[in-house]
């Protein structure tokens, strides 16, 4: 099947800094990346959707300017954490589509964030 | 809005017990239904899909989910649990093919401990 990875896997961060996390899809071209957030014991809460070369689409209440989103080609999408704080450690899931429409979705295996 | 609803927190299941997840969900057309597995401190991992036909899917690990547009339910069941598939699960409802915005809407989770 179609394999999607994330990295780093775990990351550790002091406040005031940003974090990148790339999303990549390995075997298939991804036409939309999603970005998720995952609380303790909570579901996940998709925080945008991102086509290649085009702007991403923020969820409401995501803020767009901390949690910067980049889907350059069609096999990476980066999130990044600007000026990190304590709250935003969380669990962080990637996942990728390869058509249009509500086609499965290919789920990396998270970025756990967490900042001190 | 589409909507999941998954009434059951947590449950405990003996090894070798028959298992099944409740899923509801609401959304005006026929869906796409999923459910994924999610062990700890990983990414989720597809079960089974429904997109179309048959309502009975057959999934992965021995896993099967019944379709019943009149319950408006997407229930997982499995008939003899293992060790293995203590794990988180979540339902998922996506757009169907009349969709527009494609965008998947994750349940808050079921965690299944299985005891031996």
């Known amino acids: 099947g179609a394999v999607v990875s994330q990295h780093p896997s775990r990351v550790i961060c002091k406040s005031g800094t940003s974090v990148k996390i790339e999303c990549r899809s390995l075997?298939?071209?991804?036409?939309?990346m999603f970005w998720y957030r995952q609380f303790p014991k909570q579901s996940l809460m998709l925080m945008a959707t991102?086509?290649?070369?085009?702007?991403?689409?923020?969820e409401q209440g995501v803020e767009k300017d901390k949690f910067l989103i980049n889907h350059a080609s069609l096999t990476l999408s980066t999130l990044t954490v600007t000026s990190a704080h304590p709250e935003d450690s969380s669990f962080y899931i990637c996942?990728?589509?390869?058509?249009?429409?509500?086609?499965?979705?290919?789920f990396g295996p998270g970025t756990r964030l967490t900042v001190l | 809005a589409q909507s999941v609803t998954q009434p059951d927190i947590h449950i405990t299941v003996s090894e070798g017990a028959s298992l099944e997840l409740r899923c509801n969900y609401s959304?005006?057309?026929?869906?796409?239904l999923f459910w994924y597995v999610q062990s700890p401190g990983q990414g989720l991992q597809l079960l089974l899909k429904?997109?179309?036909?048959?309502?009975l899917v057959q999934g992965i690990k021995g896993f099967e989910a019944e379709f019943k547009r009149s319950q408006s339910s997407f229930n997982l069941r499995k008939p003899s649990v293992h060790w293995s598939d203590a794990a988180e699960y979540f339902c998922?409802?996506?757009?169907?093919?009349?969709?527009?915005?494609?965008?998947?809407?994750f349940g808050t989770g079921t965690k299944l401990q299985v005891i031996p």
């Open positions: 075997d298939f071209q991804a036409t939309t």
């Open positions: 998922a409802v996506g757009p169907g093919v009349t969709g527009g915005y494609q965008k998947v809407t």
């Open positions: 429904y997109f179309s036909g048959d309502t």
């Open positions: 991102s086509n290649e070369g085009s702007k991403a689409t923020y």
């Open positions: 959304y005006g057309a026929t869906p796409y």
């Open positions: 996942s990728a589509r390869q058509g249009s429409g509500g086609g499965e979705q290919f």
